[in-house]
């Protein structure tokens, strides 16, 4: 069985620019998760959804980045403009339900380098 | 805010000798705990997690975490390292719907 698929692995862009990243999740993964990791730092949860629905985007910053799950399997992520310090590795994961009982499952991230 | 600290950074030990990782959690409800290892270039994978019950959890690789409520701690160890063990390690609470990471430890190994 496939695991979570991210493209790209890696995106070096300038400064202002827009880039997006897309994520598709494994097979009758109902929740899908959008996760932000700097350097030295754990992930930490940038969107959370339930099927098509995003149920927690408290920690999106909505002034630049934007995310959809518009049939409720794939996802994309989009950051316009961004800026030097959106440098970092955007990981996407998926599990059943939200429950926490059931494992999340990662993606092996985008490495996103602004210039 | 719930939170998880790892406290050591990084940490160096000799192939064949035991390891253990410190994780603790903030204060107030047993969280679900999780530890993960991330390889360079590879998504997190599962390595053990804790919901409840024996408070000794094993794991894959070789790997097993005790949970110690008196000191909110989920410690990992594993009896003898091998070379391949080389990684960054994650410890993790589920509050919520929400896992929290902590900042994660380097492991190295020397032969």
């Known amino acids: 069985e496939a695991g979570v698929v991210q493209s790209p692995r890696y995106k070096i862009i300038e400064k202002k620019q827009p880039v997006a990243f897309w994520c598709n999740p494994i097979?009758?993964?109902?929740?899908l998760y959008w996760y932000l990791q700097n350097l030295g730092q754990g992930p930490e949860l940038l969107i959370r959804y339930e099927n098509e629905e995003a149920v927690d985007d408290s920690q999106l910053p909505k002034d630049r980045f934007s995310a959809e799950r518009l049939k409720g399997v794939d996802s994309t992520l989009k950051i316009q403009p961004a800026e030097l310090g959106d440098s970092a590795v955007y990981l996407c994961?998926?599990?059943?339900?939200?429950?926490?009982?059931?494992?999340?499952?990662f993606g092996p991230g985008t490495r996103l380098t602004v210039l | 805010a719930q939170s998880v600290t790892q406290p050591d950074i990084h940490i160096t030990v000799s192939e064949g000798a035991s390891l253990e990782l410190r994780c603790n959690y903030s204060?107030?409800?047993?969280?679900?705990l999780f530890w993960y290892v991330q390889s360079p270039g590879q998504g997190l994978q599962l390595l053990l997690k804790?919901?409840?019950?024996?408070?000794l959890v094993q794991g894959i690789k070789g790997f097993e975490a005790e949970f110690k409520r008196s000191q909110s701690s989920f410690n990992l160890r594993k009896p003898s390292v091998h070379w391949s063990d080389a990684a960054e390690y994650f410890c993790?609470?589920?509050?919520?719907?929400?896992?929290?990471f902590g900042a994660g430890t380097i492991l190295r190994v020397k032969s």
């Open positions: 994961a998926s599990s059943l339900d939200p429950s926490g009982s059931n494992e999340q499952f």
């Open positions: 204060y107030g409800a047993t969280p679900y």
């Open positions: 097979s009758g993964h109902n929740t």
């Open positions: 993790a609470g589920f509050w919520g719907n929400k896992l929290v």
């Open positions: 804790y919901f409840s019950g024996d408070t």
